[in-house]
């Protein structure tokens, strides 16, 4: 665009009359025309006028001296040795005459004279870029440029450094004054920010002369250096250090967790060890409620166990706790509903917000229920033994993945404790047997030896009362028999006691056996000043079972009774019995004071007594509370009298004839059980297949049909709902084997073709329910001997 600007000026130039112009403008000195761009003014004489910008340049072969007006500059040029422009200071207005001569392509002026005119403030340093410096517009005014160096270096005539430009580079030039220096610019690096002053110039030794422009610059005083060439930019550095940064925090925050997993790996070691050594779950769950919120962060901590016998998870509760139950069958709302389905899936519930939970643990208005809530099935031998419940009280929370196997493995530790407290209270059992059976054989060989005396003193003493009937003898003789009588009764007790009944269980009348224990002890109690008060029943209740084992469970809580009464002010022993919904009912209660209570003794008690009651499908349970008596209840599946009696019966009367075998699926894993349904099958002509787990009897009965599948509670593998529903269309009757009578059970399962049957199993019902199977078997067709109906 300049180009065409000077190509125009010179063609208005050359269209003008020839006469001299004598006086011209500091720009229109510096025309152009093409194609060399040499000086339009170029030979001719001319006066400018203009204001000295800065003080006279010494070059080596000439000095220079800048004026300029608003919009353009020119340059004085004089012999280096005529030192008439030094006399000049900025500011001075001068009118120069003189001839238009080019120096290396720029337009400089020749005076010939020199007139002071006026006085000015000095011009500033006009500030440019390096990109418009590059062109006639300033040439001849003092400017201001900034740029990157490119180069720094010398030449004949002085110092000099390159600026970065998207064309040619740009040369800031510092000539070397006479006799003095070279300028020094070793300071200056490539890629250094340089501020410099001077005069724009232009040195293009050969036409074209558009090109090679420059700045003169006095000394290095005018050149500054505004920026540093870093060997690392100050922006890369700055990166790398905030890049640093947030790797060492990274770094921190990595080993804190690593740190923090470390510790909590330990506190789970030893916790699980303390788990393992427990003495009892109370002791497991007090010390898992003072580790689990370190490691896991949760607020509360719950712990239930499975009760076979009844069918329910009971709470495990502190010293001084209140005990509660929570049935399976019918679950109340809130979070228990979440312990029972994590019970029936078999599989850790997570439940991180309860408000948005498919399961109805919300609770009902005014309780205190947790924001999230965690479920973990205590398992051993692939049993679930329980469940452990984690409670976020303060706020919503998701548990990851690493929190939930950290529990599970807790949960499954727990199970194992608690299994492993079970054999041991099992070992102990058969420990006190065996001590048991061996005093028992030593009373029986005692009173084998008694039997015989008594049996002869007795004989005597009838014969003797024979021959002293009338005489003054008669009553001495009736008392040493009726002493001898009483001695034998006891003497048979004894062996009752001692040996121990492997025979199948039978009707025991268990109204008989209480009023019995209680005539055989009376004496004692009546010399430890026990007051006796029998509200057994006169009414006969049977249960099914072994007479010999009943009558030592319950001479053991007599014995117990007594021992916690021989410290007390007021001794009082209560027996009741009752019959309900056909269970049998026993409570015995005393007037023991809480500090007569040992806990231990009463946990020996019923750790021997437990085992044996729950064999005869019973529970026995300590009842203690603060204003009551303590009372031990043992409840038993009631048996009808007449029923009872004909058990023996029943169990030898002839099989029903039909026009093919019976065919049952017994599913049982527990050997005893399992060999007393075969028995009792076998008697009622049944052809029976025993299994140990519900995936092979599924397998079995995809295979045959079976005219009746037993199916046991326990059985592992698939669960017994959903055996009955796949069975269902393949057997004449589902029936399922329970641990003793459970009336919500029955209720919710029994129908369409499915039954519960209490174990251990009573012959009279067990024909009752074959007899609801059986129908839907065709009867015998006889066959005459020619073969036609």
Not at 325 to 351: D, K, M, N, Q, W
Request: glycine share 8%.
């Amino acid at each position: 665009m300049r180009c065409f600007g000077v190509l125009g000026l010179w063609v208005v130039l050359t269209a003008s009359p020839n006469e001299a112009q004598t006086r011209i403008s500091p720009a229109q000195l510096q025309f152009r025309k093409p194609p060399d761009f040499t000086p339009v003014y170029a030979g001719r004489k001319v006066i400018i006028r203009g204001l000295v910008a800065a003080g006279a340049y010494r070059l080596p072969t000439c000095t220079l001296l800048g004026i300029q007006d608003a919009n353009s500059g020119a340059v004085l040029q004089l012999p280096q040795d005529d030192t008439r422009l030094y006399s000049y200071q900025p500011g001075d207005e001068l009118e120069a005459e003189g001839m238009v001569t080019p120096l290396f392509g720029a337009v400089t002026l020749v005076p010939t004279h020199i007139t002071v005119v006026g006085r000015k403030h000095p011009p500033e340093p006009l500030a440019v870029s390096v990109r418009d410096l590059m062109g006639f517009q300033y040439l001849g005014m003092l400017v201001q440029t900034e740029g990157k160096v490119v180069e720094a270096s010398y030449n004949s005539g002085g110092a000099y450094l390159l600026l970065s430009s998207p064309d040619d580079p740009y040369k800031l030039f510092l000539p070397q004054p006479p006799n003095r220096n070279m300028p020094n610019v070793d300071h200056f690096a490539k890629g250094d920010t340089v501020r410099a002053s001077g005069i724009a110039f232009q040195f293009c030794a050969k036409p074209p002369y558009n090109r090679w422009y420059e700045m003169v610059v006095r000394d290095s005083s005018d050149l500054t250096i505004v920026g540093r060439n870093w060997f690392v930019p100050p922006a890369v550095i700055a990166v790398g250090l905030v890049s640093m940064t947030v790797v060492g925090v990274l770094l921190w925050g990595r080993e804190r967790r690593l740190r923090g997993q470390r510790k909590r790996l330990r506190t789970t070691y030893q916790l699980g060890e303390e788990i393992l050594g427990a003495s009892s779950p109370e002791t497991i769950l007090k010390r898992i409620s003072e580790a689990l919120p370190r490691v896991l962060g949760v607020t509360g901590v719950r712990l239930y166990v499975y009760n076979r016998g009844l069918k329910t998870l009971d709470a495990v509760v502190e010293d001084g706790g209140e005990p509660s139950s929570i049935s399976l069958s019918s679950p109340p709302g809130g979070t228990p509903a979440g312990a029972v389905a994590c019970f029936h899936y078999r599989t850790l519930l997570v439940i991180p917000d309860i408000d948005r939970s498919p399961f109805p643990i919300a609770g009902t208005a005014g309780d205190i229920t947790p924001k999230s809530l965690l479920f973990v099935p205590m398992m051993a031998q692939n049993e679930v033994i329980g469940v452990l419940e984690l409670d976020q009280d303060e706020r919503v929370r998701n548990f990851t993945n690493d929190e939930q196997a950290l529990a599970q493995h807790l949960g499954n530790q727990i199970g194992v404790a608690i299994r492993l407290m079970e054999q041991r209270s099992v070992q102990e059992q058969l420990f006190r047997t065996e001590k048991l059976a061996a005093v028992g054989r030593l009373i029986t060989g005692v009173v084998n030896e008694l039997q015989t005396p008594l049996s002869s003193i007795s004989d005597l003493a009838g014969k003797a009362l024979e021959k002293a009937h009338g005489s003054a003898s008669e009553r001495e003789v009736a008392a040493i028999g009726a002493e001898a009588q009483k001695a034998a009764s006891m003497v048979a007790r004894l062996v009752s006691f001692a040996a121990a009944e492997q025979g199948e269980a039978r009707p025991v009348d268990i109204t008989g056996l209480l009023r019995n224990l209680i005539e055989f002890r009376e004496s004692d109690w009546k010399a430890s000043g026990i007051r006796v008060r029998d509200l057994t029943s006169r009414d006969a209740a049977f249960v099914i079972g072994s007479q010999g084992q009943l009558e030592q469970v319950f001479l053991n809580l007599f014995v117990h009774v007594e021992q916690s009464l021989a410290s007390a002010e007021q001794k009082s022993l209560t027996i009741r019995t009752s019959v309900l919904a056909r269970r049998l009912l026993v409570e015995i209660s005393y007037s023991a004071p809480p500090e007569a209570r040992k806990v231990e003794d009463t946990a020996s008690v019923l750790g021997v007594t437990r085992s044996v009651i729950a064999g005869h499908g019973g529970e026995v349970r300590l009842i203690e509370k603060n204003n009551a008596e303590p009372r031990f209840e043992v409840e038993l599946p009631a048996s009808i009298k007449d029923r009872a009696l004909s058990t023996t019966a029943s169990a030898r009367a002839t099989p029903r004839e039909f026009s093919r075998r019976m065919t049952a699926l017994v599913i049982e894993p527990e050997e005893a059980a399992q060999r007393q349904i075969l028995a009792l099958l076998a008697a009622r002509g049944y052809r029976v297949v025993p299994v140990t787990n519900s995936d092979t009897g599924l397998e079995l009965a995809q295979r045959m049909r079976f005219d009746a599948a037993f199916c046991s509670i326990h059985a592992p593998g698939l669960n017994w709902v959903e055996l009955s529903e796949r069975l269902q269309s393949r057997t004449g009757g589902f029936i399922l084997l329970s641990d003793g009578y459970d009336a919500e059970l029955s209720a919710d399962f029994e129908g369409d073709g499915r039954f519960v049957l209490p174990k251990p199993v009573q012959e009279p019902e067990l024909d009752r329910l074959l007899r609801l199977v059986e129908p839907a078997v065709a009867p015998v067709i006889p066959i005459s001997k020619t073969g036609t109906a």
